[in-house]
């Protein structure tokens, strides 16, 4: 006779089976005793794993891996190039926004309009809440490196499929440029 006992462990949602064969029907009285003690102590083993160390040791381990992700999307979050810190100035700077224009219609708005339509580019349309300013001007200002090692430019480039060519902006002409973007997603 065989017996197949079937237990899920809730928490895995994988299923346990149990099987025991047996041969002689005096011996069956023994043999389910010995049957409900093996599932008393795997379910009991199960629940320990389930929700006893194991958790606590993912949540630790979940703890730890969202700080280094934290960290590591706060240095990724700023791109590649040398701006590592820039900083904005509140009100905006209106003779910045007016020189960033000036830039954007001669070198930016042939492939990026001011809305989130996209031309060639994405529109700049919420890009100010979408990157960070150090983000924005590396991108800017080292275009080809950051398409070949930053993963969100390099994600939005299979999105394009068009690598955008370097402007030749100088720092001043990017930080215009930042200004105008900030102008534009309706700061003041
Ligand atoms: C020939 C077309 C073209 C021109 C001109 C151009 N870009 Fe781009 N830009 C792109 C493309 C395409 C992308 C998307 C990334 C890629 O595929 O290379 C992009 C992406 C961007 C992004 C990221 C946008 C986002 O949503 O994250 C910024 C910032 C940017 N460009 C700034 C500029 C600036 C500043 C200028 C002008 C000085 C400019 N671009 C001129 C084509 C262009």
């Known amino acids: 006779m065989t017996f ?3 237990i899920t462990d809730a928490s895995h949602g994988n299923p346990i089976f149990i099987f025991r064969t047996f041969t002689s029907e ?8 010995r049957i409900i003690l093996i599932s008393a102590t795997c379910i009991a083993f199960c ?8 958790n606590q040791n993912s949540d630790a381990t979940s703890n ?3 700080t280094t992700t934290e960290n590591k999307a706060e240095d990724d979050a700023k791109g590649v190039g040398k701006f590592t810190s820039v900083e904005l100035t509140n009100p905006l700077d209106q003779n910045m926004v007016t020189a960033g224009k000036g830039i954007y219609d001669v070198k ?3 492939c990026h309009r001011l809305t989130d339509v996209k031309l060639v580019g994405p529109g700049w349309k919420g890009v100010t809440s979408r990157r960070k300013p150090e983000w924005i001007m590396n ?6 490196e950051m398409l070949n090692k930053d993963a969100n430019a ?4 299979e999105e ?4 955008m060519p370097n402007q030749n902006l100088s720092d001043d002409d990017a930080r215009n440029i930042l200004e105008f973007m900030r102008s534009n997603d309706g700061e003041k």
């Open 160 to 163: 394009c499929l068009v690598r």
């Open 47 to 54: 629940a320990l794993v389930a929700c006893g160390d194991n």
């Open 139 to 144: 991108f800017s200002t080292n275009v080809e």
């Open 154 to 157: 390099m994600a939005m480039l």
């Open 26 to 33: 005096n011996k069956h009285n023994k043999s389910m005793k």
């Open 108 to 110: 930016c708005g042939s």
């Open 64 to 66: 730890t891996a969202t």
């Open 4 to 6: 197949i006992i079937g």
